[in-house]
């Protein structure tokens, strides 16, 4: 997930190669800029919106797939790349993207609340952290730098900071951008998976999750829990701010609504998607395996949303700690040792609920173009069966 590769220069009407390149791995027509019809901006999106049984995000010289968003309403697919954000309609055809971020772009949200996209943004280099936000109704042509136009504003995260550079060895020195050290407070490596819904500790009302990245490292026991801050972003206007990389900005909350920790045992850069299901009300953290042999090493947990927080203590710590700690829900592989409860699936590199039963679980792959790698992604229709290992089933559009 640390791809910084430079994001392939697209026209308006694309370049021969990118669209055979498109087209190699199930793109739409690359020349089309039209979206599809919307469903009705009066209708249940439960009840009325068809879903394709796929939507191609295209093929690009950027960072492989990070996360997927989606605007139902106005017929839309947000995919993150890394360093390169694609909009596209439900036919995968490209409407828009905003290139020019060197930092870290990876899951995506659609706020339905204020109608933008809001992503995880890491600059590790400049200890900066922030939410990023798209005004996806301004993201009109291909190629919109994110420093010159108005299609990005961008909020500080000062907590993450805080445990990012946690000096716990108390040696006087921040060891950078590694996992092989003692210090990063829970081995915190910055953040990633990104989803709204209800407040954790169960007193209601929508909060914009951010999930904590974690380093690898078998050798430390304080970073076994996946940590999740929640913040209310409805006066978040007041901290936004344009992006500017020569001058990165800390404006944003002092600190988090509620901070919030799952017991699953260390992941390798903790959760890449996470998504927030209406339909069950559970919460879903997509991950990359961890290694180490005490624990199972799921790829997806899932977070018991008939469970407030309580109080309990956080495991491992240096000294002991008492936090917010969140259930997992108890379906699935079991592991009696640890007593992990998870599964295996996709989900690492997109995920997306539609609040029914179905979700969108994304694919990500390479195709090689006059022999340049082009990163591909695609957002794939399934429906949540529950079944073990895998609780997702393929699933074409709705009848």
């Not at 640390?2 to 055979?20: C, G, I, K, P």
């Not at 900071?161 to 020195?173: E, K, P, S």
Request: glycine letters at 14%.
């Amino acid at each position: 997930m640390r791809s910084r590769a430079r994001t392939h220069v697209a026209t308006l009407l694309l370049s021969a190669v990118l669209a055979s390149a498109a087209l190699a791995v199930g793109g739409g027509t690359a020349h089309a800029r039209t979206p599809s019809p919307s469903p009705s901006a009066s209708a249940s999106p439960s009840s009325s919106f068809r879903p394709p049984a796929s939507v191609d995000g295209g093929a690009w010289s950027s960072g492989h797939l990070q996360g997927t968003a989606i605007d139902r309403r106005r017929g839309h697919m947000y995919f993150s790349f890394t360093n390169l954000l694609v909009k596209t309609d439900l036919a995968g055809r490209p409407i828009g993207s905003v290139t020019g971020l060197t930092g870290h772009l990876g899951d995506l949200d659609f706020n339905s609340a204020d109608g933008r996209v809001y992503g995880s943004l890491e600059y590790k280099a400049a200890q900066a952290f922030y939410v990023a936000i798209f005004d996806g109704s301004r993201i009109t042509r291909m190629n919109m730098d994110a420093r010159t136009t108005d299609v990005l504003s961008t909020v500080h995260l000062r907590e993450v900071v805080r445990d990012y550079t946690a000096d716990m060895n108390g040696d006087g020195v921040f060891d950078g951008n590694t996992g092989n050290t003692p210090d990063h407070r829970y081995g915190c490596s910055g953040i990633d998976g990104v989803a709204f819904g209800p407040g954790l500790n169960g007193r209601g009302g929508v909060r914009l999750t951010v999930a904590y990245g974690v380093y690898s490292n078998t050798t430390r026991t304080d970073n076994d829990h996946q940590v999740l801050l929640q913040y209310d972003v409805r006066d978040w206007r007041k901290y936004e701010r344009p992006l500017s990389e020569d001058a990165l900005h800390t404006s944003g909350p002092a600190s988090p609504d509620g901070k919030f920790f799952a017991y699953t045992g260390n992941t390798t850069y903790g959760v890449q998607n996470l998504e927030y299901d209406g339909d069950s009300g559970n919460w879903l953290m997509a991950v990359y395996k961890g290694k180490k042999a005490a624990f199972p090493n799921y790829g997806l947990y899932v977070l018991d949303g008939s469970k407030p927080a309580r109080r309990g203590e956080v495991k491992g710590q240096p000294r002991p700690e008492s936090g917010r700690i969140l259930s997992l829900l108890p379906r699935g592989l079991h592991h009696e040792p640890s007593g992990v409860y998870g599964y295996e699936s996709g989900g690492q590199y997109g995920l997306v609920s539609l609040d029914d039963g179905r979700y969108y679980v994304a694919e990500a792959g390479t195709v090689d173009s006059g022999g340049t790698t082009l990163q591909t992604g695609r957002a794939v229709l399934h429906r949540w069966t529950g079944a073990v290992p895998n609780p997702f089933a393929v699933r074409g559009p709705a009848s």
